[in-house]
């Protein structure tokens, strides 16, 4: 693998363990507080499935670059991660999550589905160990969204409200990093449009059925660069890497 092609997938591979760690530690946040007990137990598995995913993301980062998963995920500061926004917001109501959760489902469910088919064997074969938990995410997500969107006049209007907010923010999962070209090119990782695009028509056809509207696309958008955060991906970090911290030197 040249330099170009090993810089490239390593970014990507960055951001997408980023998103996955970042997501899991929101979702966390839930556990002991969800709205029933079978749904507390539920959500707190899919948490734990999104930081087993980061872990592989993060694993084959570490074997282009060599770089420690524990350091990376410690000793960054907010600036040094490359999450999309959609995750580091706080969890909001049980309906701002189950939207953004559903969002970003469907984002990994049609990613994955082409990086199985990736020329980059190591990246193949972790799609498609992912891609089996992915699908039922998807399927969990799904089902709620119909019952909030289809249930009481509150439950839609909540749903409606959190997409509502959430729709710009995770059109930044599709925004191209620099030198996707070449990956692309190398049939590595697929081109950002066509993934939005596959996105855009699975959310708006499922989202319908529930009752949803997409907000206009004239609402402003997030496709803001990757290296750009909220002020509560600060606050998150500030708690997630606390212990570490304390010793920096300490093996656990």
Known sequence: MDAAVRDALSARLLAMAD???????RNSEWTGHAPILEED??????ALDELGHASIWYGLYGELTG?????????????QYRNA????????????????????????YVTLNHLKAS???????????IATEESYHLR??????????????ESHGRAQAALNVLWPYARQLFVPLPNDDVLVEAGIF??????????????RSHLADCGLTVPEEALPRR???RAEHTEHLMALLAVMQSVARLDPEAEW
């Open 19 to 25: 998103d996955e760690l970042v997501l899991a530690h």
């Open 41 to 46: 137990i539920a959500f707190t598995n899919m």
């Open 67 to 79: 770089e420690d998963a524990d350091r990376l995920i410690f000793f960054r500061n907010a600036g």
């Open 190 to 203: 697929p081109a950002a449009g066509l993934l939005l695009n596959e996105w855009t028509s699975m959310t």
């Open 85 to 108: 926004q959609l995750v580091e917001l706080p969890r909001g109501d049980w309906a701002f999550s189950m939207v953004r959760q559903y969002l970003f489902d469907a984002a990994e």
């Open 119 to 129: 020329s980059y064997s190591p990246l193949a074969e972790a799609a498609a160990k």
């Open 140 to 153: 969990h997500t799904g089902l709620w969204l119909r019952r909030l969107g289809l249930g009481t006049e």
């Open 223 to 225: 496709d803001v660069d």
